[in-house]
T-cell receptor, first 113, second 111 residues
Framework: DGGITQSPKYLFRKEGQNVTLSCEQNLNHDAMYWYRQDPGQGLRLIYYSQIVNDFQKGDIAEGYSVSREKKESFPLTVTSAQKNPTAFYLC????????????FGQGTRLTVV | GEDVEQSLFLSVREGDSSVINCTYTDSSSTYLYWYKQEPGAGLQLLTY?????DMKQDQRLTVLLNKKDKHLSLRIADTQTGDSAIYFCAESFDGGFKTIFGAGTRLFVKA
């Protein structure tokens, strides 16, 4: 079955540590996205990538980094520079320009302890 | 800048119609969307409307777009307990690469 997979579902991190969230899709989509979701707020865009080996900052990129070495994969690293990293992180993909639907993963809930 | 606003909660009785409202600020959007999120899960696209349309109907769902007032609504007919979820309004720009989401409306359906 085609889809987009995020792992792990739950992640705990100690303060000061970097952590990488995985996102893989087998939909052959060019575009991939990372969003952060906090209670009572809409999704906020962290980074997006329109094509392999290229990515752009979204609205809240500080303290995060990404890579897009393969079309299928778009991992997100939450660095120690991110001051408030506890949140629900959603990865999505779409066909790309002109696409009408973003397909979302099931999300990763990151908790800093 | 771009902004999308929704009320945070809506409660309806099973079998009634639900109407979830959304306002947006940027009229240059290409598509407007309604997504559904169930607890602990990702978002699922329910329906979308192109910005030059006024209405779209899909089974129990009716989307109305008032471009003059920058108002989008989602009507769910014969609301069921399985419709309980958070509903996000969103609009996209830049050929679809940039999407702005509202904060989501939590729909409670009472049996």
């Amino acid at each position: 079955d085609g889809g987009i997979t995020q792992s792990p579902k739950y992640l705990f991190r100690k303060e000061g540590q970097n952590v990488t969230l995985s996102c893989e899709q087998n939909l052959n989509h060019d575009a991939m996205y990372w969003y952060r979701q906090d209670p009572g707020q809409g999704l906020r865009l962290i980074y997006y990538s329109q094509i392999v080996n290229d990515f752009q900052k979204g609205d809240i990129a500080e303290g995060y980094s990404v890579s897009r070495e393969k079309k299928e994969s778009f991992p997100l690293t939450v660095t120690s520079a991110q001051k408030n990293p506890t949140a629900f992180y959603l990865c999505a993909s779409s066909i790309g320009e002109g696409g009408t639907e973003a397909f979302f993963g099931q999300g990763t809930r990151l908790t800093v302890v | 800048g771009e902004d999308v606003e929704q009320s945070l909660f809506l409660s309806v009785r099973e079998g009634d119609s639900s109407v979830i409202n959304c306002t947006y600020t940027d009229s240059s959007s290409t598509y407007l969307y309604w997504y559904k999120q169930e607890p602990g899960a990702g978002l699922q696209l329910l329906t979308y409307i192109f910005s030059n349309m006024d209405m779209k109907q899909d089974q129990r769902l009716t989307v109305l777009l008032n471009k003059k007032d920058k108002h989008l609504s989602l009507r769910i007919a014969d609301t069921q307990t399985g419709d309980s979820a958070i509903y996000f309004c969103a609009e996209s720009f830049d050929g679809g690469f940039k999407t702005i989401f509202g904060a989501g409306t939590r729909l409670f359906v009472k049996a």
